[in-house]
């Protein structure tokens, strides 16, 4: 089911959130606590922002765990906004191009859940996709078909997009009766701005916490230490964390954040 | 561009056929003579029948060449209908999942060509998989979904299938101005009889081998050694090698077909 | 610290074994119960004989549970002498050379286990193997310089050479102070004959079972299921099932063998 | 043989020097002109200097070519200094440990050459380590034995360091008789100060070449474009570029530095 950190802030060392903490994520790829998969094992993946107009990737299949480079990467690599997944899948081919984050553009993304019965709804999934960003999809994840079909939906207003595409979904898993599961925790990013979702139909959504500072924010599946302050994000809310602003979280359906206003 | 190796006979070891001949496969994974990219390192993969009623695969993202599991399994495994592919990645990634042969219930596939400007049409050729075998595209390549489209088009008739799918591709390739390019030389089992395709529209056909003595046939992309007497399979024909028959060779489509019989 | 399952019996598909079983060794590799590390996900290997006279080895460093080339050959690999091994690194690296089995001429052998503080004696249990056999050295683990030190002490008489090894380590561990702990579980075969090794110096064996029956004989690091009669190996003693005999336990040394006999 | 580049001078991004170069070291993986072996493919390796005491690393078992993470982080590390190799195996296992280039505390170490009959000398290779220093050897390479054997040696004097351990390897290989072949073309680097040596007993050596410019100093095995001016090393040279110095070069041992000064 995947477990998740994402990072913005002041420029840092990758590795002050992704080796060192007490409960890494790196600890969370042999022993997650609040997953239903305590391994996450199935590859793994780093995104960054730095000088370059697109972000960093860096993705590989064996175990975070035992990944030496990984371990001098996150030393090595300084960034003010990133990305590290480590991966437990769920039913899709152990590949690079499986492995999160995601990236398209500017944009980064990952995802920790699932559209419950895939095989059944792939193809309306990847209906969704434009054209133009088709040729974008290396992989064969639900994930990253969620993502380009965000991406299609006009990436530029975010939330927007990320509604309608969930909206579509919830409609597909509906169809069935009883109606499938689907659970989706994600983090969306474009250099600057950090989204993170929290949502589910049919099920209950999988953990999403953040821990806020002067220097920066930092959003994860599970805790990463017991240092600092986590607060947990609501199901079926969205925190926008913009540069230079205090995060915010409002719902994720418009008419629910017109009430919230 | 791809290498490949295609026997049916009398059981026996890999080793035979794919490491030890002079020019083997394994030879020409790191200098191939008669293709358009003499290395063919992006991967590689064998595909044999047993006594399971499903075919084997191993396929590996390494290089043939210094994959030491390769030449351990050609010398243990015994097989009377057997594949062994080399690839030379043309844009999609490189992953287990597209490496050749391809495997659905008794069926296996491999491949050596391309399907020109395949980001314009590949959500066409993905129609082409029928619903219930999409789950079956666990890859990305044009390869696997060409196989599936002939699945979806009657396997139980390779060559009828065969036909449908390749002139639907032609008509697509076509559509362009000028038509892209698409070339196709590929091999087709069902554990008991071998097929093998030369075709090309646009332009002209990958080189495509046989020979055939009493102990079976070996087809192949470009002869393995010297010793034997090796056929050119002719252009747009198919080769038929039929358990307990001697092989033959006739057109690929139905019109030229009626007319050689 | 690894599990491990050795079949020597009736000719059989490895799967029977390896994979299908309720605990198989599968399993244990992403969940073990009785090994202090419960995820063994750094790397598998398959050992077996065929009709070659040297076995075949498929290595590999991804974890066990998700390499869909090992379910395949489980299912296809039928052999009378098989080894199966899945690996919990303890300070060497992740490469195929690492992984379990090793083999050497026609014999294999695996391990459980660690020779403690190994940095310290690497260099004296290096020096245990003799300069002929010094190239077959591939790999950097405790397990591969035991095996080859065996090798060199004679392996025509398995017992005597184990024997001597296991003393010559013993006696190095045994120079700290306190003497630095040591456990081996290994199995070694030549084909024929199966041995298995149960043994610790400063600490508590690792577990090893077996089951015999008319079919032959499975021995386990930990049961693989409830259905068989599973016998626990007494710590120093080494369980020797030799082809066309039934297996028998005797001290590991040989002033105990003379005891028992 | 491999093929390599080093460089120290203004920071800058890897991608300049490693992946854009119209004969660039990607390019050489896949064709290389001035080597024994035209293939790279049996994985390579990114070492370099940032702002961690120690240098980062990146070593991959897969081709050079076909590794997008190595595309990634070409864009975004950026150094003062730093080395990339592709390598072609010459009978050592194909693992990240094997490798290039080799870090040991701030050193840096990259090779391109053989130890003829390395099984014969290997031992005596390997005792060169210091005890100290044997946890280092992770790996079984020639490459990594000499380097050891170097630090070993008082790497604080790199030149003097270097030379004791080449006249004692020269010593083993005309041991022989005939002698064995060794060619050495290595680069070695402490963060601030870069040594290139090329050496050769018995044999012509391997191909070695610079250019310096105002931003710095480019040493590869062979020329990575036509618009630098490329400056062929002498056999039994070696090239110091020390940080804020114009490169010189120098003879390998003493009484011939002696004599050049």
Redesign the interface.
């Known amino acids: 089911m995947c477990r998740w950190i994402a990072y913005r802030g002041e420029t840092t060392?990758l590795e002050h959130y992704v080796t060192e903490p007490s409960h890494s994520l790196i600890a969370q790829s042999?022993q997650a606590l609040e997953s239903t998969a305590s391994?996450n094992?199935?590859g793994f993946g780093l995104g960054?922002y730095?000088?370059?107009a697109e972000p960093?990737?860096?993705?590989?299949?064996?175990?975070a765990?035992?990944d030496?480079?990984l371990r001098?990467?996150c030393?090595?690599?300084?960034s003010h906004l990133f990305f590290a997944h480590v991966r437990a899948?769920t039913g899709?081919?152990?590949?690079?191009?499986n492995c999160h984050p995601f990236a398209c553009g500017q944009w980064l993304f990952m995802h920790n859940g699932f559209l419950g019965n895939w095989?059944r709804w792939?193809?309306r999934v990847e209906a969704l996709i434009p054209?133009a960003l088709?040729?974008s999809?290396?992989?064969?994840t639900d994930s990253e078909a969620i993502f380009l079909a965000m991406m299609g939906a006009g990436i530029e207003q975010p939330l927007a997009a990320a509604a309608t595409v969930l909206a579509a979904l919830s409609d597909f898993v509906n169809q069935s009766d009883p109606g499938d599961r689907f659970r989706l925790t994600a983090a969306l990013a474009n250099g600057r701005d950090l989204y993170a979702f929290r949502y589910a139909v049919n099920d209950r959504a999988n953990t999403l916490y953040y821990s806020e500072s002067e220097r920066g924010i930092v959003v994860v599946s599970e805790p990463i230490d017991r240092d600092k302050n986590w607060v947990a994000v609501p199901e079926n809310h969205v925190l926008i964390a913009c540069a230079g602003e205090r995060a915010r979280i409002v719902p994720l359906f418009e008419r629910h954040r017109e009430a919230a206003e």
């Open positions: 060392a042999i391994i094992g199935d960054w730095g000088q370059h960093g990737l860096y993705r590989e299949i064996r175990p765990w035992s030496e480079n001098y990467l030393r090595h690599l300084q899948a899709t081919a152990i590949t690079r191009a095989n792939r193809r054209d088709y040729p999809r290396i992989g064969t």
